[in-house]
């Protein structure tokens, strides 16, 4: 079992920076892939971010604007998000689980019925 815990979200206005974070703990082998998603209002599920052996990839609408890391114990995974939009508005969501896929398959593809998803946090982006 991974436990995933998510922290970081808040309300910032556009333009503005948010950094989220994603604390690891448990069977840590099954954390190959590790990435970040989000769900607007009515809006479905869509992967951010991910990271595997292979490095860093980014879904388009993100890609120059925010950063995914591991922290040097791999036990902590970041978001830093700049210049924020009122369409990144949603709940983040942390996930692993084991490279069973590359990461840019598993952006496209995830879903909270396989691996590892924590409990979300809400990032709100308003004038």
């Known amino acids: 079992q991974v436990q995933l815990v998510e922290s970081g979200g808040g309300s910032v206005q556009p333009g503005g920076s948010l950094r989220l974070s994603c604390k690891v703990s448990?069977?840590?082998?099954?954390?190959?892939?590790m990435g970040w998603f989000r769900q607007g209002e009515k809006k479905e599920r869509e992967g951010v971010a991910a990271?595997?052996?292979?490095?860093?990839i980014y879904a388009d609408s993100v890609q120059g604007r925010f950063t995914i890391s591991l922290g040097a114990d791999r036990n902590t995974l970041y978001l830093q998000m700049n210049d924020l939009r009122t369409e990144d508005t949603a709940v983040y969501y942390c996930s692993a689980r084991a490279r069973v896929m590359t990461a840019k398959v598993w952006l496209l593809t995830a879903t909270p019925a396989y691996g590892y998803w924590g409990q979300g946090t809400e990032v709100t982006v308003s004038s």
């Open positions: 448990g069977n840590t082998v099954d954390t190959g892939l």
């Open positions: 990271i595997d052996s292979d490095g860093p």
